[in-house]
């Protein structure tokens, strides 16, 4: 099982927002990052840090963090956007790392 | 373009072995702490092994400890993944994946496209 839990699966209008939440007690120490993953290609970091996107990476995704729970929003949704998202930071050891269940993305 | 390209994927029966491979292309491979991620058939993402940019130390998810050894050689920009007593349960596509940080933040930034590793008798 893993130490970050996500919603198995989310739906969103197009064009609407929708948040995606990762649950953990290591994110109360360590920061979480998200990454895309459309069907049959790799994962795709998309934010990491405080809020911190990689060149070429749409300014619609955005994240916090409050205790032990870090959020994905997506603002005004594209169908480009359907895909799983993980988050993923350190276990509670600190020394390992771990990805969250998952959550599907489908937009309507 | 940063490229990470693995290979040695394949079908294997139960109990067997298989070392899997990564070359780093276009980056300072020295300089960059590596790691191995598995994703089984329609599963999630699972970490499987870390290891630091030139002393050597190591880090293994529990599934694995024992059973697989990670390792690199950075004058050949490779990254390796020994994998012995290989499961039905070890099935998956296996990514090479580049750790960046700074002391805010921890992301694996740079992702190869996959290698796939079946058990199966």
């Known amino acids: 099982s893993s130490e970050l839990t996500q919603d198995p699966a989310v739906s969103v209008a197009l064009g609407q927002t929708v948040s995606i939440t990762c649950q953990g007690h290591s994110l109360r120490s360590y920061s979480a990052s998200w990454y895309q993953q459309k069907p049959g290609q790799a994962p795709l970091l998309v934010i990491f840090?405080?809020?911190k996107r990689p060149s070429g990476i749409p300014d619609r995704f955005s994240a916090s963090s409050s205790g032990n729970t870090a959020s994905l929003t997506i603002t005004g949704a594209q169908a480009e956007d359907e895909a799983d998202y993980y988050c993923?930071?350190?276990?509670?050891?600190?020394?390992?790392?771990?990805f969250g269940s998952g959550t599907k993305v489908t937009v309507i | 373009e940063v490229q990470l390209v693995e290979s040695g994927g394949n079908l294997v029966q139960p109990g067997g072995s298989l070392r899997l491979s990564c070359a780093a292309s276009?980056?300072?491979?020295?300089?960059?702490?590596m790691n191995w991620v598995r994703q089984a058939p329609g599963k999630g993402l699972e970490w499987v092994s870390y290891?630091?940019?030139?002393?050597?130390?190591?880090y293994y998810a529990d599934s694995v400890r024992g059973r697989f050894t990670i390792s690199r050689d950075n004058a050949k920009k490779s990254l390796y993944l020994q994998m012995n007593s290989l499961r039905a349960e070890d099935t998956a596509v296996y990514y090479c994946?580049?750790?960046?940080?700074?002391?805010?933040?921890?992301?694996?930034?740079?992702w190869g496209q996959g290698t796939v590793v079946s058990v199966s008798s």
């Open positions: 840090g405080k809020n």
């Open positions: 276009t980056f300072t491979f020295s300089s960059y702490e």
């Open positions: 290891i630091s940019s030139s002393n050597g130390l190591t």
């Open positions: 994946v580049r750790r960046a940080w700074k002391q805010e933040w921890d992301v694996f930034d740079i």
């Open positions: 993923h930071s350190r276990d509670s050891t600190g020394n390992l790392y771990v």
